[in-house]
């Protein structure tokens, strides 16, 4: 079982940076693929990007690719999204989650953080 919680969001402007984090409990960390997803008010959950067992292999939204960088530190049990050029449709919750599949599908991942809000202004 692998327990995530995210931190890093906040209040930013158009075009500022933020890199949020994604910090696992659990003793087979290293075992999962991660993955980032956003929910914005009035809208569907949505797939962000994602990272394979040994971070060797990304995958993105096309919403962010060029401006999001997804990365995973299995030593420190930790995932990251680095987030530039942020725009405000970026504005939403955002959380990481786990999977034993390398997938955008959110209903394939098993664990779940409880998201970190994320607010960009014009």
């Known amino acids: 079982q692998v327990q995530l919680i995210e931190s890093g969001g906040g209040l930013v402007q158009a075009g500022d940076s933020l890199r949020l984090s994604c910090a696992a409990s659990g003793r087979t960390f290293s075992a999962y693929r991660m993955g980032w997803f956003r929910h914005a008010p009035g809208k569907e959950r949505e797939f962000v990007a994602a990272?394979?067992?040994?971070?060797?292999?990304?995958y993105y939204a096309d919403s962010v690719k060029g401006r999001f960088t997804i990365s995973r530190d299995n030593a420190k049990n930790t995932v990251y999204l680095q987030m530039n050029s942020l725009k405000p449709e970026d504005t939403a919750v955002y959380y990481c989650a786990a999977t034993s599949l390398f997938t955008t599908q959110s209903p394939l991942y098993d664990y779940w953080g409880q998201g970190t809000q994320v607010t960009v202004s014009s």
């Open positions: 990272i394979s067992r040994s971070g060797g292999s990304t």
